[in-house]
């Protein structure tokens, strides 16, 4: 099913690619989103959900001195969020803190807490422990993992462990497994690989092809979902990971992002380079898939489309679920286009 988006919309500045739950914040539906300009000071908008859910609003206005690649925010501390950033020769990355009282300022300037400095490689991403208080992170750069121990008290930041991805091996991006701590999921450009971060060591690869997004089933152990630039989106079962256990088709352009909705089973947001975001709802019950069949046949084809938003004219990079509100997510086109939709039609299908 096909339409223009019903959703509430919220204008950044400048382009953009990344956007963030504020999961911290457990009375409002807060998102981060940040700014990629590479002429201009870039920007980070704390945008809120009115209580009446009708309306968008930026209930804070940030400076940030380079372009925004990747933003993440803390999940315990709704002050504090993470970025990759670049100023068009060198990329790093920085934990910051918002103001304590923003709303009160007039030009309330973020507080760099520390940054993740490495001697080599291009950072991609920062992951932060998966939930509650903890003082680990994760940064991957295009070659190597780095376990890190930050204090935000004292401002530090220091690396614990660290190890390689392989001289033929470009890191993109990764996710740490809620249900698993000690496993972490790197994505490259032909294999997924999984660290165990007690021993800083890969544990296993599968083969994939161009994956560029991966996300950890929410609810169910073993399950993680990959999006692929053309072969669309693969569910893989870990404890047999020869093949996938479902595809959806994805885009018809390149499939960008995925994930995984943080309460309801099943339903999967996607988003690519087509311009539309992609509502699924897949199966995830392995007693559907016997044995042999997850082993040896031909991976299924499953058309399990509920919804194309399409209401966008760029393309999407920026997507996010709500998990105060997990039947509203937010995207972000390029062009600076952020949208705010309610899947709750789709939930009584389920």
Known sequence: MQAASSGIGYGLKYQ??????????????????GTLSLKEENEVHLIRLSSSGTELFCEGLFSHPNEIWDLVS?????????????????????IWQIPELYGELNSPQLERITSLDTDAGKIKCVLWWPSGRHDKLISINDEN????????????????????????????GGAWDPHDVSSVAATCESYLQFWDVRT??????????????????????????????????HIWDLRNPKV?????????????TVKCNPEYDGL?????????VNLWLASTNLDELTTERQEYSPTRWVDSL???????????????????????FASLSYDGRVVVESVKPFISRK
């Open 268 to 276: 999967i947001l996607s988003a690519g380079t087509d311009s539309t």
């Open 74 to 94: 803390c999940p315990f501390d709704q002050r504090i969020f993470s970025t990759v950033h670049s100023n068009g020769e060198s990329y790093g990355a920085s």
């Open 145 to 172: 993992l780095y376990l890190w121990n930050l204090d935000v008290s004292k401002k530090t930041a220091q690396v614990q462990s660290q190890d390689s991805a392989g001289m033929l091996q470009k890191l993109s």
């Open 200 to 233: 800083m060591k890969k544990t296993s690869t599968i083969e994939c092809s161009h994956v560029r997004s991966v996300d950890y089933h929410p609810k169910k152990k073993h399950i993680l979902v990959t999006a692929e630039h053309e072969s669309g989106i």
């Open 306 to 328: 509920l919804h194309t938003y399409s209401d966008f004219e760029d393309s999407i990079y920026g997507l996010t679920w709500s998990s105060r509100e997990p039947w509203i």
């Open 16 to 33: 953009a690619r990344c956007i963030s739950d504020v999961k911290a914040d457990t009375d409002h539906t807060s998102f981060l989103a």
């Open 244 to 256: 996938p256990i479902q595809e959806l088709p994805g885009h018809t352009h390149w499939t960008w």
